[in-house]
């Protein structure tokens, strides 16, 4: 949206001001009246910058452009814009600019290779870009206008083969170049459709409609100041167990607050007690043990190393209904392993403070959830099997593709029977993870407020990109650490972020790296040492920690992966 200009008081003092009025009636006295020209304040130059007005004043190639209600940065509208073959989606303003003046180009943008730039300036052409994310990222760089321009072409694009970019709120901000501004907004409308999400022991979500005119939302939580947002969304934390708490919304910006919306009660969730659901580690292993005999050490539940903190039975089997799963323990083929035994295994690692999951998928996993009564019947049928064996939650490793959508739902529904100790990880395919519009990454966002950690698998893979746009082949520390940079930069927390790798050179087909190659992976992103030729601009000292296939295949190597990963990540800072 347009933002009003930033007027500065001005620094005359006393004396200046005098001597101006004394000139003043000088120019009076000598028979002429002459008014003194006030400094003009910097005005945002951008016409429709909030796109409010749908695309009027912008042009976007090929028909690329259009505009939506959602994600909006600000207001009710923001532009959508779909790269195809060749075209890159460039949608384009010319503005009106004072010669030799400089001017602050500067937009909100959502999506992976999104470009803001300003060409035609008579100097220097000028351009910035993001990786992406799933939440708006605000570009800026500024350029300054030649001695004889009187107009610059302003953009944004994306990229080739890319999924569809948002951008909101663009600014160019300098001198008035003859063209003027959009009005400044009015207070904006008060919002609507408030409404309650997910509610967890501790927290509750609250979304809305977007308000006309607002950059902005507080929240309040029984009458009080809770929570300050950009967007049409927020979760409110740090809430009692059982409790009914009120909310509103009012929509913000420059010139005011809105009133309040209509008032929503959410109640927290109750306190179930830790039971059978241990907390996950700050820092955690993560192991998968096979349920079938492949040529790896055969193992009981009981046989897996303490350094493992979550255990992912791999692997559940689909069903002749669409979605549901089921559990066969394979008690043939694991030396006559007995369903007591393996549930009092369970029991044992729980007590001892380690989290025992049911994997679905793997790569011969045909489960398929593309509807709402297949995401019935996933919930339903894993919830059943975390009944009947005690399981603590489910990993998500399917490797033919999921739909977001729907397994979004169905993990949900999952999560609203058993509780904010549900344990839920992932497994995803490199490819699965190198933008934030892959179904996997998707999912992952949708479902940020009760996922655990996505354990991607560096492994069986090809060349990727990094957070860099650089090309990295699998084998090296720069693999690990410049892909699990998208993550940490594409909305994922720290907390959900690991790193997946075989035990030993015979748990996969390629991508085996040292397990001091993992440390050294894990000590780069989260203390900025160890690296290779790529170092992340910051470091995640929460990064949660390392996963490996399988826990049968590192003992087949002695432990050694478990031995040298396990306390390493469970030292990290």
């Known amino acids: 949206m347009p933002r009003t200009a930033d007027v500065r008081p001005g ?5 200046f001001t005098t001597l101006l009025a004394a000139v003043a009636a000088a120019v009076c006295a000598a028979g002429g009246t002459q008014a003194v020209a006030a400094p003009q304040a910097d005005v945002n130059v951008a016409k429709n910058a909030g796109y409010e007005s749908g695309l009027s004043n912008w042009t976007c190639s090929n028909g690329s452009g259009t505009t939506v209600t959602s994600p909006v940065h600000g207001g009710t509208s923001a532009l959508k814009a779909t790269p195809a073959g060749s075209d890159n989606a460039k949608c384009t303003q010319t503005v009106a600019v004072k010669p030799g003046a400089t001017y602050r180009l500067s937009a909100y943008v959502q999506g992976a290779y999104v470009y803001l730039g300003a060409s035609g300036t008579g100097t220097t052409d000028v351009s910035t870009w993001t990786t992406g994310g799933s939440s708006w990222q605000q570009l800026q760089t500024s350029f300054t206008a030649g001695p004889n321009t009187t107009s610059v072409t302003v953009y944004t694009h994306g990229w080739y083969g890319q999924a569809p970019y948002f951008a909101d709120d663009i600014s160019v901000f300098g001198p008035d ?16 459709g408030l409404s309650v999400g997910t509610v967890t022991q501790s927290s509750v979500a609250l979304s809305w409609n977007a308000a006309k005119d607002a950059t902005g939302y507080t929240v309040y939580r029984d009458g009080a100041k809770a929570q300050t947002v950009s967007g049409t969304s927020a979760t409110i934390t740090g809430l009692s167990p059982a ?14 607050e809105s009133a309040k919306s209509a008032e929503v009660t959410g109640t927290t969730a109750p306190d179930g007690g830790s039971g059978g659901n241990p907390a996950v580690p700050k820092h955690a292993v993560t192991g998968y043990w096979q349920n079938f005999n492949n ?6 539940i009981s046989d897996v190393p303490s350094q493992y903190d979550i255990i992912a039975v791999s692997f559940a089997d689909a069903t002749s209904t669409p979605g549901a799963v089921t559990f066969n323990l394979d008690t043939a083929g694991l030396n006559g392993y007995t369903v007591d035994q393996f549930k009092a295994d369970i029991k044992a690692k729980q007590a001892a403070g380690k989290s025992v999951i049911i994997s679905v998928g793997g790569e011969k996993g045909t489960v398929s959830v593309n509807d709402a009564a297949s995401a019935a019947n996933f919930a339903n049928s894993v919830y059943a099997l975390m009944q009947q064996y005690g399981f603590n939650g489910v990993d998500i490793d399917l490797e033919n593709g999921l739909n977001p959508t729907y397994m979004s739902q169905a993990l949900r529904s999952l999560s609203q029977k058993a509780g904010s100790g549900l344990v839920i990880t992932m497994a995803p ?27 991607m698998q560096y492994y069986n893979s090809g060349s990727m990109l990094g957070c860099d746009g650089k090309v990295y082949s699998q084998g090296s520390v720069d693999f690990l650490t410049a892909l699990a940079c998208i ?25 085996y790296v040292a397990p001091s190659v993992v440390n050294a992976a894990l000590d780069c992103l989260t203390k900025g040492t160890g690296c290779g030729t790529f170092k992340p601009a910051k470091t995640y000292p929460a990064l949660r920690g390392a996963m490996t296939w399988s826990t049968n295949w590192d003992a087949t190597s002695g432990n050694a992966w478990s031995n040298t990963v396990g306390p390493h990540v469970h030292a990290l800072p």
């Open 177 to 192: 170049g003859g063209g003027g501004t959009d009005p400044v907004p009015g207070i904006p409308a008060t919002p609507t």
């Open 295 to 300: 040529g790896a050490a055969v193992q009981k």
């Open 11 to 15: 620094r005359h003092r006393r004396r």
């Open 487 to 511: 993550q940490l930069e594409g909305g994922l927390d720290p907390s959900q972020v690991g790193i997946g790798v075989p035990a030993s050179t015979r748990g996969a087909g390629s991508g």
């Open 243 to 256: 409790t009914a708490y009120r909310f509103q919304v009012a929509a913000t910006n420059a010139t005011g």
């Open 429 to 455: 395919q490199t490819i699965d993870m190198q933008s934030t519009s892959g179904s996997y990454f998707k999912t992952a966002l949708n479902i940020k407020d009760i996922l655990t950690v996505v354990n």
